[in-house]
């Protein structure tokens, strides 16, 4: 009995700090309206912040705020739907906030162009 017993209770611990952080910041993925927008209209005034969908599906998707997106980004949103962004996650995740918030969007280049792709990768992955 006491040996069944054994088998099945897990071994449990309790982290007591984290001496460094072992992933990197950076994300590599794409920009997205948060509403609807026709091809040749700029991004809605109303929007405050824009989404950014990372590739790597273990990451979740941030908020960026448009004062950090690019400028063009802004003016034809819908002329990036192709286009892959580096954008750094802030280190505070607000506990009120259901995604973490993005900042210094950088347009890397096409998706699908091999130079643009080898350095989304470097620069995902430190």
Known sequence: MR??????VSPTGR???ILSAK??????????????VAPDQPLSPKDGVVDFIPSDSRAPR????RL???YAFLQRPMDFVDKIFLVRMKEVWKADSARPFGEQARCL????????ETDAL???HG
């Not at 040996?3 to 099945?8: G, H, I, K, P, S």
């Not at 941030?62 to 705020?65: A, E, F, K, R, S």
């Not at 280049?109 to 643009?116: D, Q, S």
Request: proline share 10%.
């Open 68 to 70: 950090e997106c690019p």
């Open 23 to 36: 992933h990197s910041r950076e994300l590599v993925g794409r920009l997205a309206p948060r509403t609807p």
């Open 62 to 65: 941030l908020l960026v705020p």
């Open 3 to 8: 040996q069944a017993l054994a088998r099945r």
């Open 109 to 116: 280049g096409e998706a699908g162009e091999i130079n643009v």
């Open 122 to 124: 470097l620069q995902s």
């Open 15 to 17: 982290v007591r700090c």
